[in-house]
């Protein structure tokens, strides 16, 4: 498979979530006020142009001629780290954007530099990694419910290591997020906390 039709690949795994999680009705906000696209447009003033972004979700207010809220994830598909400029591009394509309540997210199947982590943190971008079918390991225990759930409970340090190192293997979880000092085992909890704290913005 081309790097292209890989990459290509990993977008539509990303957006396919996403429509999911907001199709589903399960992220707080109304589908009839909501959308998600793939490859849109958005105006920047400084180029004259339009910016296309990998992934979004818009929100509406009803008659509003213009979106209240905007959600952009930008899709990575590396096999080794993420570099800084990286994140520092995709930060600047954010802040070109006309209009406000911008919220942004990589999606990444490497890892980050741990640069390129800090400085997302310190600029409000969320990060996703999705880890490849190689780097899982699905275990089987025989657990009580108490040890199923300390097993499956969000360590840090664990998220930490998935973020910044791109030999890191998962033991029953393939999804590792971290967005404004929290971390997230799944989409569905990311987008709700992402949109609902821009939508206080508001």
């Not at 109304?30 to 003033?45: I, T, V």
């Not at 973020?163 to 000092?181: H, K, M, Q, W």
């Amino acid at each position: 498979m081309s790097s292209t039709a890989k990459g290509n690949a990993f977008e539509d795994k990303v957006f396919e979530a996403v429509k999911k999680e907001l199709n589903g009705d399960r992220l707080g906000l109304s589908p009839s006020l909501s959308s998600a696209f793939k490859k849109k447009g958005y105006y920047s003033r400084d180029r004259d142009s339009n910016i296309i972004v990998d992934v979004s979700i818009e929100v509406w207010l009803p008659s509003a001629d213009h979106w209240s809220i905007l959600w952009v994830c930008e899709c990575k598909d590396y096999s080794g780290s993420i570099p800084v400029d990286d994140v520092e591009e995709f930060k600047a394509k954010l802040d070109q954007i006309a209009g406000v309540n911008k919220k942004g997210v990589m999606a990444v199947s490497g890892a980050l530099h741990s640069g390129a982590l800090r400085y997302a943190r310190a600029n409000g971008i969320g990060i996703v990694r999705l880890l490849p079918d190689d780097q899982v390991q699905h275990l089987l225990y025989q657990m009580t419910s108490a040890m199923l759930e300390e097993a499956f409970r969000l360590n840090p340090a664990e998220f930490s290591r998935a973020l910044t190192r791109p030999d890191f293997v998962g033991e029953n979880r393939d999804f590792y997020a971290a967005s404004d000092g929290y971390i997230f085992g799944d989409w569905h909890s990311l987008l709700k906390a992402s949109l609902h704290a821009t939508q206080k913005a508001l």
